[in-house]
């Protein structure tokens, strides 16, 4: 005996149940998925990972102080003037309330060296929301993480700055003047953890120099990025958007995971080229790209499935670069390179519609 199968939905203006035999409203309003049975709105996201960086902001600004405080204060302003004149230009309503131009300017301020001109910033920071965000349509239409782009953009136009490192001035208080750039800045030069390991790879040094600089780089005691140089802040951000339930574990597991495996292998054939797994996942940008950056819920996929995919390419492309290419880090080109199989993902991991897949024809 067959069995009809019925469509229910719910009249709000009648609190009634209707199925097909019964009246339909005359006007149904479903609203974009993913649906979801709790309040969160899209300013509570961004203030969730605003406060999560705290941690680490307020960290770059005691290691490298004013540097910092530059860096931070051009790509927070810059990314509120932009989007407010992109908004005005087409005519919409103002969107800064949403406050996801602060989280994209923190994430991209955080991802630079200190001693970047404060002009070279706006111009990454217009970048990443000009480009990045609003030619695709606004928030939840842009294809790749903005400040990736944006990073990405001062990469490639100002390699020179975006490779120049310093010593955190709690490691030298008087921080002397050097010449950099033409410029007379107070800082010390210094290879971070990731660019000694590449010299570990050519021979010129044995692993064990990068390994001994594990508990310095977990602490913020190495130079780096002004918000990647101290793990221990990182993870306390971490573990705040873990307890309000703001990401997903399942891609920083992924990342994390497929980068700890991927070293561990490269580690055993060689441990006096290749540095500890350990050590990977402490220096540069893996904790911070693994619980900040890869997990934007508008560029990252939606089922389970290909979130555990999407961050375990992460993790494996991350270390290739790492190992095989020429750049010391590649979580921003990993995440970009993600960003655009994220549809690929969601295509072949698809939801199962409630009630069972439809029967097939």
């Given at each position: 005996?067959?069995?009809?199968k019925r469509?229910v939905?719910r009249?709000?203006r009648?609190?009634e149940?209707?199925t097909g035999?019964?009246?339909?409203?005359e006007?149904?309003t479903?609203s974009?998925s993913?649906?979801?049975?709790?309040?969160?709105?899209t300013q509570r996201?961004m203030?969730?990972?605003v406060i999560?960086?705290?941690p680490?902001?307020?960290a770059?600004?005691?290691?490298?102080?004013?540097?910092?405080?530059?860096?931070?204060?051009?790509?927070?302003?810059?990314?509120?003037?932009a989007e407010?004149i992109?908004?005005?230009?087409?005519?919409r309503?103002n969107?800064?309330?949403?406050?996801?131009?602060?989280?994209?300017?923190?994430?991209?301020a955080?991802?630079?060296p200190?001693?970047?001109?404060w002009?070279?910033?706006v111009i990454g920071?217009?970048?990443a929301?000009?480009?990045g965000?609003?030619?695709f349509?606004?928030?939840?239409?842009?294809v790749?993480?903005?400040?990736m782009?944006g990073r990405?953009?001062?990469?490639?136009?100002?390699?020179?700055?975006?490779?120049?490192?310093?010593?955190?001035a709690t490691?030298?208080?008087?921080?002397?003047?050097?010449?950099l750039?033409?410029?007379t800045?107070?800082a010390i030069t210094?290879a971070t953890p990731?660019?000694?390991s590449?010299?570990?790879?050519?021979?010129d040094?044995?692993?064990?120099?990068?390994?001994?600089?594990?508990w310095p780089?977990?602490?913020g005691?190495v130079?780096?990025?002004?918000g990647?140089t101290?793990t221990l802040?990182?993870?306390?951000?971490?573990?705040?958007l873990?307890?309000r339930?703001t990401i997903?574990?399942?891609?920083?597991?992924?990342?994390l995971?497929?980068?700890?495996?991927?070293g561990a292998?490269?580690?055993?054939i060689?441990?006096?080229s290749y540095?500890?797994?350990?050590?990977?996942l402490t220096t540069?940008?893996?904790i911070?790209?693994?619980?900040f950056?890869a997990?934007?819920?508008?560029?990252?996929?939606l089922?389970p499935?290909?979130?555990?995919?999407?961050?375990?390419?992460?993790?494996?492309?991350?270390m290739?670069i790492?190992?095989?290419?020429?750049?010391p880090?590649?979580?921003?080109l990993?995440?970009?390179?993600m960003?655009?199989?994220?549809?690929?993902l969601?295509g072949?991991f698809?939801w199962?519609?409630?009630?069972g897949?439809p029967?097939?024809?």
């Amino acid at each position: 005996m067959s069995q009809e199968k019925r469509i229910v939905c719910r009249d709000e203006r009648r609190g009634e149940f209707l199925t097909g035999t019964d009246r339909m409203p005359e006007q149904l309003t479903v609203s974009p998925s993913p649906h979801i049975s709790k309040p969160l709105t899209t300013q509570r996201i961004m203030l969730d990972v605003v406060i999560a960086l705290l941690p680490a902001t307020l960290a770059g600004i005691v290691f490298f102080r004013s540097y910092a405080v530059v860096l931070i204060a051009s790509c927070v302003i810059t990314a509120l003037a932009a989007e407010w004149i992109c908004m005005k230009m087409l005519g919409r309503e103002n969107s800064l309330g949403d406050m996801s131009a602060i989280v994209t300017a923190l994430i991209l301020a955080l991802s630079l060296p200190p001693t970047l001109p404060w002009w070279a910033a706006v111009i990454g920071t217009a970048f990443a929301i000009v480009i990045g965000k609003m030619v695709f349509g606004g928030l939840g239409a842009n294809v790749f993480n903005p400040a990736m782009v944006g990073r990405a953009f001062l990469t490639l136009s100002f390699g020179m700055m975006m490779t120049t490192w310093t010593v955190p001035a709690t490691v030298d208080a008087d921080m002397p003047e050097i010449e950099l750039g033409g410029e007379t800045v107070n800082a010390i030069t210094q290879a971070t953890p990731l660019s000694l390991s590449k010299d570990a790879i050519r021979g010129d040094i044995e692993a064990d120099v990068v390994n001994n600089l594990l508990w310095p780089s977990f602490i913020g005691g190495v130079g780096g990025c002004v918000g990647e140089t101290s793990t221990l802040m990182l993870l306390l951000g971490a573990v705040y958007l873990i307890w309000r339930k703001t990401i997903d574990l399942r891609i920083p597991a992924g990342i994390l995971a497929a980068a700890f495996v991927i070293g561990a292998i490269a580690y055993l054939i060689n441990p006096d080229s290749y540095i500890s797994p350990v050590v990977h996942l402490t220096t540069g940008a893996m904790i911070f790209g693994a619980f900040f950056i890869a997990t934007d819920p508008v560029t990252a996929p939606l089922t389970p499935r290909g979130m555990w995919v999407f961050g375990a390419g992460v993790g494996a492309l991350t270390m290739v670069i790492r190992i095989l290419g020429v750049y010391p880090e590649g979580i921003m080109l990993a995440v970009l390179f993600m960003n655009a199989m994220t549809p690929l993902l969601d295509g072949v991991f698809k939801w199962v519609p409630l009630g069972g897949a439809p029967d097939a024809k």
